[in-house]
T-cell receptor, first 116, second 112 residues
């Protein structure tokens, strides 16, 4: 399967714990995006990378959230001191940056986080 | 800021009937619009995208979308619905940096 993969698929944690999610994009895609989706809502943008550079962060991304993309390949999203409000589906997507605004993003299956 | 609105939380159609899922947009500049579908416990799958100049866009699984600049709409359509089309549908618009801004989604239920 050459699609976007995410690990783990599900994570249950206790409030205050740290969690880390991983995303492996489609191999030739140089752009990688993180979104968060809560029940009954559409995905909301969190951050994106072009290669290893983090180019934009949403104001939704509090200082408890950090994302990295070392070497421009896989990416990790870490949430420190989790809160119940962090419970959501975290989606990763990748695309090619060819200069066209129309390159669609391909999404992974998501990581569902439940904070107890 | 770019935005889209999906005015219907849910659309119900009978199998074999045509379906329409509505989306309106608000953008500055040229609109770059997308439709995605989400099945339970799965990520989003790309259906189609708007390319400037083509008011009728054809996509995956027999879906198409009609772009209407005067009504700022980009409605998703299919001539004959299948039960397997039942899912959550999202309209999205490209914002700065190629990130997507999504609508709240519309649940499509196709009954046999």
């Amino acid at each position: 399967d050459t699609g976007v993969s995410q690990d783990p698929r599900h994570k249950i944690t206790k409030r205050g714990q740290n969690v880390t999610f991983r995303c492996d994009p489609i191999s030739e895609h140089n752009r990688l995006y993180w979104y968060r989706q809560t029940l009954g809502q559409g995905p909301e943008f969190l951050t994106y990378f072009q290669n290893e550079a983090q180019l934009e962060k949403s104001r939704l991304l509090s200082d408890r959230f950090s994302a990295e993309r070392p070497k421009g390949s896989f990416s990790t999203l870490e949430i420190q001191r989790t809160e119940q409000g962090d419970s959501a589906m975290y989606l990763c997507a990748s695309s090619i940056n060819s200069g066209s605004p129309l390159n669609e993003q391909f999404f992974g299956p998501g990581t569902r986080l439940t904070v107890l | 800021a770019q935005s889209v609105a999906q005015p219907e939380d849910q659309v119900n159609v009978a199998e074999g009937n045509p379906l329409t899922v509505k989306c309106t947009y608000s953008v500055s500049g040229n609109p770059y619009l997308f439709w995605y579908v989400q099945y339970p416990n799965r990520g989003l799958q790309f259906l189609l995208k708007y390319i400037t100049g083509d008011n009728l866009v054809k996509g995956s699984y027999g879906f198409e979308a009609e772009f209407n600049k005067s009504q700022t709409s980009f409605h998703l359509k299919k001539p004959s619905a299948l039960v397997s089309d039942s899912a959550l549908y999202f309209c999205a618009v490209r914002d700065s940096g190629n990130k997507l801004v999504f609508g709240a989604g519309t649940i499509l239920r196709v009954k046999s």
